[in-house]
T-cell receptor
Framework: EAGVAQSPRYKIIEKRQSVAFWCNPISGHATLYWYQQILGQGPKLLIQFQNNGVVDDSQLPKDRFSAERLKGVDSTLKIQPAKLEDSAVYLC?????????????????FGPGTRLTVT | EDQVTQSPEALRLQEGESSSLNCSYTVSGLRGLFWYRQDPGKGPEFLFTLYSAGEEKEKERLKATLTKKESFLHITAPKPEDSATYLCAVQVMGYSTLTFGKGTMLLVSP
């Protein structure tokens, strides 16, 4: 079974430039997540999609970050304009979780991440 | 506010020297606790899911346990290839997102 795919793997941009990351989840996974991982920290959720609808974007800096998941499959995360503090690894994850009210916990599967450096 | 605290931050072991990593958590209602392994330059790799106090799961040299306040990841007779950062995350009832700890960086020397 193919895992979560992400591209690009690395990106270096100057501050105030824009950048976009792409994610293709595991086939059949309804729920997709974007996380930001700063060096030495655990991943922090940015946004969660179920199918092509946003479930949680409470921690997404909406003045500069945007994300979409067209047709409920692939997703794109964009930063415009980038700041120095956006330097991090951006991780995409997917899971089979369709009903958060279920008592059963569903694990998330992560892609390799995109390492962004803003200079 | 949901909190996850991992200790120690870093751990250095000799090959064959068993030890445990700790993950303490404070949540309103636990749906599940997850352990992941992360190698440098890679995304987190799923290891275990636990959701009931007293539950234990094993995989090769790793065993994860869960109480109402904390989880332990026991590493028996580790090998250098077990060197990685181990992340603990919690999922709260009514939500599917994960809240992660900062991780424990494990280095196993031959």
């Amino acid at each position: 079974e193919a895992g979560v795919a992400q591209s690009p793997r690395y990106k270096i941009i100057e501050k105030r430039q824009s950048v976009a990351f792409w994610c293709n989840p595991i086939s059949g996974h309804a729920t997709l997540y974007w996380y930001q991982q700063i060096l030495g920290q655990g991943p922090k959720l940015l946004i969660q999609f179920q199918n092509n609808g946003v479930v949680d974007d409470s921690q997404l800096p909406k003045d500069r970050f945007s994300a979409e998941r067209l047709k409920g499959v692939d997703s794109t995360l964009k930063i415009q304009p980038a700041k120095l503090e956006d330097s991090a690894v951006y991780l995409c994850a997917s899971s089979l979780d369709r009903d958060s009210l279920s008592q059963y916990p569903y694990e998330q599967y992560f892609g390799p991440g995109t390492r962004l450096t803003v200079t | 506010e949901d909190q996850v605290t991992q200790s120690p931050e870093a751990l250095r072991l000799q090959e064959g020297e068993s030890s445990s990593l700790n993950c303490s958590y404070t949540v309103s209602g636990l749906r599940g606790l997850f352990w992941y392994r992360q190698d440098p330059g890679k995304g987190p790799e799923f290891l275990f899911t636990l959701y009931s106090a007293g539950e234990e799961k094993e995989k090769e040299r790793l065993k994860a346990t869960l109480t109402k306040k904390e989880s332990f990841l026991h590493i028996t007779a580790p090998k250098p290839e077990d060197s990685a950062t181990y992340l603990c995350a919690v999922q709260v009832m009514g939500y599917s997102t994960l809240t992660f700890g900062k991780g424990t960086m494990l280095l196993v020397s031959p």
